[in-house]
């Protein structure tokens, strides 16, 4: 078992930025791909960027340019800067991992979920 706990959520301004960050604990040593999705009201989960232990990153067009995400291998945390946020990013931001599947970095399906944290983006 894995378990991922998020931080760093929070309200903030159109243009302004925040930092995700996620700690896991547990069964790390079978991490493969570790990654941020997120879900709003109404609409369908939506893989944000993953990073795989090859060094594979992938981010959804909707953030490119403007997220990054990163991992300390030595703390076993992976962050998700979020800079020039958008309304439209206003959404529950979930961690996630894969220790049991191998999948490619790009899908949206993970193993492991942590239990999310808001982000509200005010226009």
């Known amino acids: 078992q894995v378990q991922l706990v998020e931080s760093g959520g929070g309200l903030v301004q159109a243009g302004e930025s925040l930092r995700l960050s996620c700690a896991a604990s547990?069964?790390?040593?079978?991490?493969?791909?570790m990654g941020w999705c997120r879900q709003a009201p109404g609409k369908q989960r939506e893989l944000v960027a993953a990073?795989?232990?090859?060094?594979?990153?992938h981010y959804a067009d909707s953030v490119k340019g403007r997220f990054t995400i990163s991992s300390d291998n030595d703390k076993n945390t992976v962050y998700l800067q979020m800079n020039s946020l958008k309304p439209e990013d206003t959404a529950v931001y979930y961690c996630n991992a894969d220790a049991v599947h191998i999948r490619r970095v790009g899908v949206r399906e993970f193993d492991y979920w942590g239990q999310g944290t808001q982000v509200t983006v005010s226009s």
């Open positions: 547990g069964r790390l040593v079978n991490i493969n791909r």
């Open positions: 990073i795989a232990s090859g060094g594979g990153i």
